[in-house]
């Protein structure tokens, strides 16, 4: 694991497609999956890198064992519990289940953050579904960015926790054809809605980082 302030970090498929994300504090890497989190070591962003041969690959078992990781940051369950919140994967474990250290990695509390129960496993766990059954169709990989925004102005707390609660989720997928596809999704309301990059790179900006696609 490395550990850098005001990090800029670039990943790529062969295509050449890439993202850049500016100014997190942290960033943790597990080979395909990477997160990274803000200065109080709450979750940020998880990117995913994944190919055709990969998803061919997906079989769906699950590691299931929520751990901490370092830097350790504020994360256990005890604060979940009768919240009315769920530890919310950002990289879904049913899309790591290629390789199983990378599913054990999915399960660190560094790819998650609370998210509404009803939200988490309902339209937004379709919106997962529905990226691999895409990538399966196009017989394609891509670069998976999933990650959440919180609202600066008055931060809410899960349970006198140091737990930050998102006002929202928002998932990108980079295609090798250059097609991107955006989501946002409310913690508040569970609502998914398709958006556009721009809006996305906007919203990113409350938390201080800064996603650059090109």
């Known amino acids: 694991m490395k550990v850098f302030f005001f990090l800029l970090f670039l990943t790529s498929l062969t295509f050449g497609q890439t993202v850049k994300i500016e100014n997190a504090s942290f ?10 989190l803000d200065s109080d070591t709450n979750t940020l962003v998880s990117v995913h890198t994944i190919t055709n041969e990969e998803i061919n690959k997906l079989d769906g078992d699950r590691s299931d064992k929520w751990h901490k990781e370092k830097p350790f940051g504020p ?25 199983d250290t990378l599913n054990y990695h999915s399960f660190s509390y560094f790819n998650q953050a609370p ?6 496993r309902g339209k937004w766990s379709r919106l997962e579904k529905d990226v691999v ?8 990989g891509g670069i ?9 102005d008055k931060v809410p707390y899960l349970n006198k926790s ?34 556009e990059l721009n809006n996305i790179v906007t919203l990113t900006k409350k938390n201080k980082i800064k996603l650059i696609f090109k």
Not at 135 to 140: F, G, I, V
């Open 27 to 36: 960033t943790i890497k597990h080979d395909d999956l990477t997160f990274y």
């Open 75 to 99: 994360y256990k369950k005890e604060p979940y519990v009768n919240s009315g919140y769920d530890l919310g994967h950002l990289t879904p474990s049913n899309i790591t289940s290629y390789d």
């Open 115 to 120: 998210q509404l129960a009803g939200f988490n």
């Open 133 to 140: 059954k895409m990538l399966k169709s196009r017989k394609t």
């Open 144 to 152: 998976i960015v999933t990650g959440v925004i919180y609202d600066t």
């Open 162 to 195: 140091r737990i930050k609660i998102p006002i929202m989720f928002y998932k990108v997928v980079i295609l090798p054809n250059n097609e991107v596809l955006c989501w946002t999704g409310s913690n508040v309301n569970g609502e998914v809605i398709k958006t």
